[in-house]
T-cell receptor
Framework: DGGITQSPKYLFRKEGQNVTLSCEQN?????MYWYRQDPGQGLRLIYY???????QKGDIAEGYSVSREKKESFPLTVTSAQKNPTAFYLC?????????????FGPGTRLLVL | AQSVTQLGSHVSVSEGALVLLRCNYS??????LFWYVQYPNQGLQLLLK??????LVKGINGFEAEFKKSETSFHLTKPSAHMSDAAEYFC????????????????FGQGTILTVHP
């Protein structure tokens, strides 16, 4: 079945630690996205990538980094510079060619701080 | 800049009653509008979307929404609520990215939690 997988489902971060969230898709989509979800705030865009080896900052990129070395993969690193990382993180993908197309979402990773 | 306002962070209805979730948007260009549903601790699933053409859009699970340009609204309705409709619902608007690229950035509303009582 085609879809988006995110791992792990839950992730715990210690003070000063970098952690990486995985996102993989087998939909053959060009574009991939990372969103952060906090209660009552909707989803906010962290980073997006329209093509391999290229990505752009979204609205809240500070304290995060990404890479796009393969079409299928778009990992997100939450760095120690992100002072309030506790949130639900959602990865999405879309075909990437026209702007009214649908974004498809993964099941999410919940990040908690120890 | 695009923005989306969902009126009411919580809506409660009885099973079998009409569901109405409100969404208003601001956009300087013709918008593309979406409704997504999220069940607890899961990702988002597309309910329906408006791009062009017919302003009344039908989606999955009996939901529909009407695009009203004059009111800048895209309210979501369902004639008869079911217990399984209890979830959080997000309205979103898509625009063109900077530099005229065809990137479809989604701007989301804050979400509306729908509770369905027996």
């Amino acid at each position: 079945d085609g879809g988006i997988t995110q791992s792990p489902k839950y992730l715990f971060r210690k003070e000063g630690q970098n952690v990486t969230l995985s996102c993989e898709q087998n939909l053959n989509h060009d574009a991939m996205y990372w969103y952060r979800q906090d209660p009552g705030q909707g989803l906010r865009l962290i980073y997006y990538s329209q093509i391999v080896n290229d990505f752009q900052k979204g609205d809240i990129a500070e304290g995060y980094s990404v890479s796009r070395e393969k079409k299928e993969s778009f990992p997100l690193t939450v760095t120690s510079a992100q002072k309030n990382p506790t949130a639900f993180y959602l990865c999405a993908s879309s075909m990437g060619r026209i702007h009214q197309e649908t974004q498809y979402f993964g099941p999410g990773t919940r990040l908690l701080v120890l | 800049a695009q923005s989306v306002t969902q009126l009411g962070s919580h809506v409660s209805v009885s099973e079998g009653a009409l569901v109405l979730l409100r969404c208003n948007y601001s956009s300087s260009v013709p918008p593309y509008l979406f409704w997504y549903v999220q069940y607890p601790n899961q990702g988002l699933q597309l309910l329906l979307k408006y791009t062009t053409g017919a302003t009344l859009v039908k989606g999955i699970n009996g939901f529909e929404a009407e695009f009203k340009k004059s009111e800048t609204s895209f309210h979501l309705t369902k004639p008869s609520a079911h217990m399984s409709d209890a979830a959080e619902y997000f309205c979103a608007v898509s625009d063109l990215g900077t530099g005229g690229t065809s990137y479809g950035k989604l701007t989301f509303g804050q979400g509306t939690i729908l509770t369905v009582h027996p």
